[in-house]
């Protein structure tokens, strides 16, 4: 446990897959914040995981920007995957915690697109990451 | 630290700051509307207290299906900013039936076109969208009282034995 949370030089590729990661973390919070601050505060405990998913997002990707890969890994599947999953209920006709939405307009497709992509580069940046571990420093 | 990360630290930091305080973040575009005056909203409060059964239905799913999380209602403390006001709309209760079934044909300036959700006409019954628009068009000010078919003739919502 306390070796994941070394800091951790990745190899080039690792290094540029994760940033474009951090990247998508960085839009799809500054997103969150931005509609957070234009109407989504009013909303009961959805307009607070707006807020939270920004904040969360800052922290992530400093936890990269000081080489902490094995921090900032799980701390993008953990905004991201459940913000996708949210999306993607409050657009069904049950809701997400009692609130709904029509349709993806711009904003919620950046989130989707952006959030998205931060998975996906974030677990095949991991995977390089870890490849390039020496035999035994991965457990 | 490196030149690069510290200021790639900086960046970020003040993005959380940004996303913290709302600086350059906008606002709701209910803000820009105008909000009832207080004598408005006693109005309002007295108009819905003494209002018909169908009213009282229609402030019940008002809560109930959510509208009061996009919507701001001042006289029943309803605080949403993600559509546009409803206590001063200049509607009677026939145009507010077509906004709740027919979201997307007129969008006020300014609001997102797909936020409000399209299948409230097949979620609620007639009676209980005739009910909403009801309750809005009488807690706005507007004509609740429809003519003779009532409001009910139009073929939207559900049949009562769906």
């Known amino acids: ?139 | 630290m490196s030149p690069v990360r510290a200021t790639l630290v900086v960046l970020v930091a003040l993005v959380l700051g940004c996303a913290a305080t709302g600086i350059g973040m906008g606002e709701a575009p209910a803000e820009r509307e105008r909000a009832p005056s207080a004598a408005q909203i006693a109005d309002a409060r007295q108009r819905v207290a003494g209002a018909s059964a169908s009213v009282r239905r229609g402030r019940e799913l008002f809560a109930s299906e959510g509208c009061d999380r996009c919507h701001s209602i001042a006289a029943i403390g309803a605080g949403g900013k993600l559509g546009p006001r409803l206590d001063t709309l200049d509607k009677d209760a026939d145009e507010i039936l077509e906004s709740i079934t027919a979201p997307r044909d007129e969008i006020t300036d300014g609001y997102p076109e797909k936020l409000m959700p399209a299948d409230f006409a097949t979620r609620l019954d007639v009676a209980e969208l005739q009910a909403l628009a009801d309750f809005v068009a009488t807690v706005s000010g507007g004509e609740a009282e429809r003519g003779d078919d009532g409001g009910r003739g139009r073929g939207r919502g559900r049949s009562g034995g769906d």
């Open chain 1, 1 to 139: 446990m306390r070796r994941l949370l070394q800091p951790h030089r990745p190899g080039p590729l690792a290094l540029a897959l994760l940033a474009v990661a951090a990247l998508g973390v960085l839009v799809a919070g500054f997103q969150h914040a931005r509609l957070f601050h234009r109407g989504y505060a009013q909303v009961d405990i959805v307009g607070t995981l707006f807020i939270l998913n920004a904040l969360g997002s800052a922290v992530v990707v400093l936890a990269l920007v000081v080489r902490r890969v094995w921090v900032f890994v799980p701390g993008v599947l953990s905004i991201c995957v459940p913000s996708l999953v949210s999306i993607a209920l409050s657009h069904g006709s049950t809701g997400f915690l009692g609130f709904r939405e029509g349709g993806y307009d711009p904003d919620a497709l950046v989130i989707v697109v952006a959030e998205v992509a931060a998975v996906v580069f974030a677990l095949i940046g991991a995977i390089i990451a870890r490849s390039e571990l020496p035999a035994g420093a991965a457990r």
